[in-house]
């Protein structure tokens, strides 16, 4: 008869109990390893059978196109069904803002552009494109949301934060519905949950617990706050998660009063595991485990020590990603002396288990090509283009009250259109696109900025375009009026660690050359607010914050032009000075330069 854990009619606690059953000590060992795809060899996969692979930012099979993450996927998945079990694997990506490793994908704004659309519903509606998206290429697991509250912009990850008010990043938590699919209502608090095998996605609320209060914004640094700061501001988010059911979390690299939540028992077990009733399994970050030595010995040494503090702490797997035979030595290892207990081994393999049988990997292990053409289609582009309109938040308009600025007029002669981000996708994008910082150009297919202006504009309408005007062209005259886009290059984690918010590549010079002359708007490309100093405000016409809007650069002219109003708002306090940081709203003598929460309209001056 066929056993139990191959019975999709019997229950999922029956499966788990049964396979468990049958594991040995190494295979149980092994489900706990997530490996980097390099490395997700037949040994690693049949012989040993790793429970999960995962790709780092930027690490893509051949020419990244979907079909190719498909057969790499379904190659890796035949590999794992010929272990001794037949247990499939878990492959997890980073789809953050869409499917951003996979070229030709719809790419969505980054999550602080979402936070200033504050639409809960569009973000639910990005969680489902992307599901399909990611389901696409038969990867069935996505390393998001990041519920990150960032309470200093200097933090490289900053623009990965939906805002600095917890309450906002609750709302937006919608995206596991996306993701995941919508749970009953009498499901279970805590327990994982997938809606549908086909369309969606297992999410990964990330990084617990406060990677976005570190002091000074040092990327892994360290969060000084009391229990219920930390509960109110950075963990609230993850009661939400577990609400929709999210079926894994990740733990920060970052400590908590000098603690490395990495080996914290207190918070990865007592609360959440025990005193929020999670039942999904939780996963270190990218050889996070690595550094539990520090500083006492360097990071990636005594890795024993490490596997034991983690293991014994509540981490249920771990992304090694590339020491795998040394990580299933040592953890076999540590069960027989006893330093680690065969029971917390169980409840660990009990979650992943739990979690693979949920997501009905067992019943449908392979990429449905059927999927294949919705990366990157229509319906999604404008889902995405709708996120890019209502991201944007409009900061002046207009030196004086009674003339607006904005929107631009159509049928001018001649407009300038200038500065280093207008038109570039890979700087609108944004680090974990394509490359794990992002890059610069045509990294994927997308709309720039100026080619949804010269889209947007009459037939007779000149536009010029240098990407760094010179005086002759700003002299040369007749512009109605320029376009001044500038901001930051693409980043992601510690690269994108500030202590200098001020606009990158001289961009304050250009846009006080061009506005001298020229009536200009500045558009501010960044993950974070940056530097406006008040004589190039003054300068000014007119300032939109676009934050990283991704592919979908016409959202950005459907509110230039005037078919759709500025509906957004600030998610993050717009400091006046770096001296000021950490200011966020509640903060005593709160004295920004424009407050979490403003944002005109185009009738407002
Ligand atoms: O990509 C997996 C995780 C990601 O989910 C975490 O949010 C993030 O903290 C994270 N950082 C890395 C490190 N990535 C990396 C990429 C290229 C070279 C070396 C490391 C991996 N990951």
Redesign the pocket.
Known sequence: AMPPYKDASALVEVRVRDLLGRMTLREKAAQMAQIERTVASARALTELGAGSV??????APGDRSPACWADMVDGMQRLALSSRLGVPILY???A?HGHNNVFGATVFPHNVGLGAARDPELVRRIGEATALEVRATGIKWT??P?VAVCRDPRWG?CY?SYSEDPEMVRSLATIVTGLQGEPPADHPHGYPFLGSVREKVLA?A??FVGDGGTDRGIN?GNTICSYDELEDIHMAPYLDCMAQGVATV?AS?SKWNGERLHSCRCLLTDVLKGKLGFKGFVIS????IDKICEPRAPQGSEYRYCIAQSVNAGMDMI?I?YRFEEFLEHLVSLVETGEIPLSRIDDAVERILRVKFISGVFEHPFSDPSLLDIIGCKEHRLLAREAVRKSMVLLKNGKNQKEPFLPLVKNVKRILVTGTHADDIGFQCGGWTVG??GNSGKITPGTSILEAIKESVGVQTEVVYEACATEATIESGEFSYAVVVVGEVPY??TVGDRTDLSIPFNGSDLITRVASTIPTLVIVVSGRPLDIETQVLEKIDALVAAWLPGTEGMGIADCLFGYQDFVGKLPVTWHRSVDQLPINSGDANYDPLFPVGYGLNMFQS
């Open positions: 995962l790709n780092g930012g930027g690490s997890g990506t980073d953050v390393f998001a990041c990850r990965e990964c990330k990084h892994e990740m690299h970050d990218w050889k996070g992304m990603p794990w910082n992601s984690e």
